[in-house]
């Protein structure tokens, strides 16, 4: 009993199920079957072996890569052959392989074998209606069974819910250490963590983790969702305030306890942090497996767990109304990992033209177009789209037409905000800084989602061009959403860096005016001035508040900054790694000030630094009049400020040290 063997590269085809006929290549009168529609498959021998191979395509040579068949090929409707000897020995294969005898039918050409074919081909129609009809009445049985089943299901939960809620089962309790586990390096504005739970899903009632610390600076909301290992389906989920979070034991409950599910437990955190210890959460004392540790979301393991605590319940022993529950998101499936989820054509129909000559919004199988002449500023805005689920945005573009670069940038903001031009963009908005884009290319930017967004957003899009000779062509080539879950994707997100947003419109370094918060005269010689700087402008960028404090500890001077509530946010990359009992603070000596200026993270914030030095004594001698200083104590400050901002800026690294 010989196996047929077939074309690797057609082995797909052979095994689709589409209709199909199995014909000894010897046989005359081929051509007829042509017209039937059925895929034709001729049966050839060589050197002893069987080989099945498609009607028309090239013949097998002797160096083609065969592989054998083990079942019989679906979608089979008959196997003609002139003499039963042709093919006694494929017979026997198909008898042993399927329980069911070979459909042969034999016949001297193949125009005789038709009558005989078309009536396998009707009896084979026919079992497959009887099929259909059966599989039409199985699913209205059972629909029938599933109303009935919702029905007593709906009156067992009303009965049910009139008894007092259950006790609940403590069933997994890991206490908490002194150890704790914030963002991970490099995710700057955002906090993601997964924790496996190690249990199924069934059961689960109630759930708490324990935060170790909060700051002032953070932002919110904490987003805490539970889902299911294998399908992705979102079992629980909830959205905190941060406002609303203290240390300690932060305590969520489902509305009822979750049914037979059999999958796996998975907890994921997520929040916009203000730095990398801005909210943390404390880890439970002992080592664990890497399949049961707290992981980031680049993949980086914590090799500790979670401090977490976990309650059951018997289903229909616990009605609640949980603080905090996303109605809209429990049930739902998690998108998949890496899988761009483009924005719908509905929500591009909606776009709306705020400056520029956009077109191609809203048809179908078209992108959106720009054309755009000279100086000028092309904006587009997408009042609502759905961002259920995602967490990174990202747009693609190509260009050509023009010799100088553009610049493309996009906003996210809450719905419900009119847009009134991008210079009066609310504090809300999330923002991808502005992007440089050489001449006839195409790229692409990505942005993260603040977790505050919810599950619906406006995305506005905005094209810059400086040259007044520019004639340029655009195309929004993709604009989709993300998870966040997918490390390669996080990995070139922190490595991009974009072009900061605003530009300054002098070339010189200056500033609108100055507010003094704090003259503060302290023990031991301790004193410092906490300024607020309107209108900064330096190096091709502008700020519209800075705040820092110039404090003198005896007579040696430093610089005080903090990343807390009430102080403007002024850094790309915060560079600090301190914190005290108010959040982060960065101390900045006159000689560390060398070190700083070379280690900062971005140009941005490199031309800050060389900003504020190259004004910080006339900033000083403004502030020891507004502190009403005595004449011989403000030389001390002055003093102070030019120790400070000494050093030479246009330094190479190498001579710093």
Request: hydrophobic share 45%.
């Amino acid at each position: 009993m010989t196996a047929p063997r077939i074309r690797a590269a057609e082995l797909a085809a052979l095994l689709s199920g589409h209709p199909s006929v199995v014909v000894s290549a010897t046989m005359p009168g081929i051509e007829a079957l042509k017209p039937s529609g059925l895929v034709i498959w001729l049966l050839k021998r060589r050197e002893g072996r069987v080989i099945l191979q498609a009607e028309g395509s090239p013949a097998v040579g002797d160096g083609a890569k065969l592989v054998e068949l083990n079942l019989p090929p679906p979608g089979t409707v008959a196997l003609l052959a002139a003499t039963e000897a042709e093919v006694t020995d494929l017979a026997a294969w198909w008898l042993a392989k399927s329980g069911q005898p070979a459909p042969l039918v034999l016949a001297e050409d193949v125009a005789l074998a038709l009558p005989a074919l078309l009536g396998m081909v009707t009896a084979e129609m026919a079992t497959v209606h009887a099929r259909c009809v059966g599989l039409e009445r199985s699913l209205a049985q059972t629909r029938i069974d599933y109303e009935e089943t919702r029905i007593v299901i709906a009156s067992v939960s009303r009965t049910l819910g009139h008894r007092p809620p259950a006790p609940l089962t403590l069933a997994l309790s890991l206490e908490p250490s002194a150890d704790q586990v914030g963002a991970a390096e490099g995710e700057d504005g955002h906090l993601f963590l997964r924790q496996p739970l190690g249990r199924k899903l069934e059961g689960l009632a109630a759930f708490a983790v324990h935060v170790g610390a909060i700051s002032a600076a953070t932002s919110g909301p904490l987003r805490l969702r539970i889902h299911g290992e294998e399908s992705g389906r979102i079992a629980a989920s909830w959205t905190v305030p941060m406002e609303l979070l203290h240390e300690g034991w932060l305590v969520l409950d489902l509305p009822s306890p979750l049914g037979p599910d059999r999958e796996t437990a998975v907890l994921e955190i997520a929040a916009d942090v203000a730095g990398p210890h801005s909210i943390a959460f404390s880890l439970e004392r002992n080592w664990v497996p890497a399949a049961a540790a707290c992981t980031f979301a680049d993949g980086s393991e914590t090799g500790r767990a979670l401090a977490l605590r976990l309650w059951t319940a018997r289903i229909g022993d616990r009605f609640v109304v949980p603080s905090h529950w996303n109605w809209d998101e429990a049930g739902s499936a998690l998108p998949l990992d890496g899988v761009p989820q483009a924005v719908s054509p509905a929500e591009w129909q909606t776009a709306r033209i705020a400056a520029g000559e956009w077109s191609g919004l809203g048809e179908p199988d078209t992108n959106p177009r720009l054309r755009l002449s000279g100086t000028a500023t092309a904006v587009l805005v997408l009042p609502q789209v759905t961002m259920a689920g995602t967490d990174l945005l990202r747009l693609g573009w190509a260009m050509s037409g023009f010799a100088q670069p553009l610049s493309i940038a996009a906003w996210v903001l809450p719905p419900g905000y009119g847009f009134e031009g991008l210079e009066a963009m609310p504090p809300e908005a999330s923002f991808s800084r502005w992007r440089q884009v050489d001449a006839d290319s195409a790229g692409s930017l990505t942005m993260m989602l603040p977790v505050s967004l919810g599950l619906r957003a406006q995305i506005v899009l905005a094209v810059e061009s400086l040259d007044p000779a520019a004639e340029a062509s655009i195309e929004i080539t993709e604009l989709s959403l993300l998870p966040t879950r997918d490390p390669a994707e996080l990995r070139r997100l922190r490595a991009a860096a974009p072009r900061p947003p605003v530009p300054a419109t002098h070339a010189v370094a200056q500033f609108e005016r100055l507010e003094l918060h704090q003259h503060l005269v302290g023990g031991r010689g301790y004193q410092h001035l906490d300024l607020l700087v309107h209108g900064v402008e330096g190096g091709g960028y502008m700020w519209p508040q800075l705040r820092f404090k110039l404090a003198l500890n005896g007579d040696r001077p430093h610089l005080e900054f903090r990343r807390v509530k009430g102080w403007p946010e002024v850094f790309v990359r915060w560079p600090g790694s301190d914190s005290d009992k108010f959040g982060p603070v960065m101390l900045i000596r006159p000689d560390e000030m060398p070190h700083l200026r070379r280690d900062l993270a971005h140009d941005q914030d490199a031309a800050l630094m060389d900003t504020l030095l190259e004004l910080l004594e006339v900033i000083v001698a403004q502030a020891t009049q507004l502190a009403a200083l005595a004449e011989d104590d403000q030389p001390r400050w002055l003093a102070a400020a030019r120790d400070l901002s000494s050093w030479s800026p246009t330094e190479t690294p190498g001579s710093l040290d």
